[in-house]
């Protein structure tokens, strides 16, 4: 059976938003010990395993959002 033979599939679409409770952000940032442990999934806001620079770069611009600064 050759694949001009078979159907066209799309790829399966996943939806997984952030699991800390009370937030609906789309989770972008899974983690999982290993492939037989289902993966958990968080926004970069609430993502528990982020390096000590990732944490300061959001902590820089979660202050100057409030401060009504532009950042990019």
């Given at each position: 059976?050759?694949?001009?033979?078979r159907?066209p599939k799309?790829?399966?679409?996943?939806?997984?938003?952030?699991e800390?409770?009370?937030?609906d952000?789309?989770g972008s940032?899974?983690?999982?010990?290993?492939?037989?442990?289902?993966?958990?999934?968080w926004c970069?806001?609430?993502?528990?395993?982020?390096s000590?620079?990732q944490?300061?770069?959001?902590?820089?611009?979660?202050?100057?959002?409030?401060?009504g600064t532009?950042?990019?």
């Open positions: 059976m050759s694949d001009i033979d159907a799309g790829p399966d679409l996943y939806i997984h938003y952030c800390h409770q009370g937030c952000n789309w940032w899974g983690n999982s010990p290993s492939a037989t442990v289902t993966t958990r999934w970069f806001e609430h993502f528990p395993h982020k000590f620079e944490e300061q770069a959001l902590r820089r611009k979660l202050e100057d959002a409030e401060g532009t950042v990019q």
